[in-house]
């Protein structure tokens, strides 16, 4: 991983990943400025960086989704 967007350590599995290692998202947080996001099978792969106040909406938006299913 590129230690310039955050140190491994610093990455957390989402709640919502199925524990089987197929749906695995992890986030970490990059205090003051916002959020990186990326699929944990591929650490090393891009990132999604959110600011902070991107975060709440992009969280609420997939929690909407996952409750029509």
């Not at 310039?4 to 350590?9: G, Y």
């Not at 197929?22 to 986030?27: D, G, H, I, P």
Request: glycine content about 6%; hydrophobic content about 35%.
């Amino acid at each position: 991983m590129n230690p310039e967007i955050a140190p491994e350590h610093a990455w957390f599995k989402s709640s919502y990943s199925d524990g089987t290692g197929q749906n695995c998202v992890e986030a970490a947080h990059l205090i003051p400025t916002g959020i990186a996001i990326r699929d944990s099978k591929i650490p090393t792969g891009p990132a999604l960086l959110l600011p902070a106040t991107a975060w709440t909406p992009f969280v609420t938006q997939f929690r909407e989704t996952d409750s029509r299913d």
